[in-house]
């Protein structure tokens, strides 16, 4: 497999929110605003980045008999780096984003990549696939964010100070004034109807373009 074909199924025809449904339970819950999606697929990103690096590393010293615990574990690592370093430079924001920075690690998007590219390929392809798969993921997670986001309050980028620092504190745009919201667009259910919405979309264009 190229590169190409690496980058464009992580993207586009493998993308792990939007073709293989995987990581929804932090894809749905977090998806409220454009920062905290972008946040959490930040984080994300960078796990699959370096666990998919790391497991390819050390790919031929694991039995299989004990790969998934291993592999879980190395996860558990990393996460836990992420973890601490927003703890202590992203403070309020790792408190918005709450339990699903740890539940990174119980991500069936990072360990699938892991039991199925990682442990198979050598180090820079399985890094670019983490990558990708990452960005992909981050991509769905900015798009429903920023759908419910507008939706819900007519705003976008809000509170992006909690990500980029006080230099973004202005970043905010206000799209639609005297705007009440709809309220659904905040909730659970907002959630899975904006990420059908998008599957939909992704498949009207695939159709369109073929």
């Given at each position: ?35 905290n999606?972008?946040a ?13 690096s ?95 986001e ?39 259910a ?21």
């Amino acid at each position: 497999m190229t590169y190409t074909q690496i980058i464009s199924n992580g993207l586009w025809k493998n993308n792990q929110a939007f073709v293989a449904l995987l990581g929804l339970c932090p894809l749905l819950a977090v998806s409220n605003t454009v920062i905290n999606g972008l946040a959490l697929g930040l984080a994300t990103t960078l796990t699959l980045a370096l666990s998919n690096s790391a497991i390819s590393l050390v790919r031929h010293t694991i039995q299989p008999e004990i790969r998934l615990p291993l592999f879980v574990l190395i996860i558990a690592g990393i996460v836990t780096v992420i973890e601490l370093l927003m703890h202590a430079y992203f403070y309020e924001l790792y408190k918005t984003l709450g339990i699903f920075i740890p539940l990174i690690v119980t991500n069936c998007a990072i360990i699938g990549r892991a039991e199925v590219f990682a442990s198979k390929n050598s180090v820079l392809p399985s890094l670019i696939d983490g990558l990708a798969m990452g960005l992909g993921f981050s991509l769905a997670l900015l798009l429903l964010g920023g759908l419910r986001e507008i939706l819900s309050s007519g705003s976008l980028l809000s509170q992006a100070e909690l990500l980029f620092g006080d230099m973004a504190s202005q970043w905010g745009i206000t799209l639609l004034s005297d705007y009440s919201g709809v309220l659904l667009a905040a909730l659970p259910a907002g959630s899975f109807i904006g990420l059908g919405l998008l599957i939909a979309l992704k498949n009207s264009l695939e159709n369109y373009f073929k």
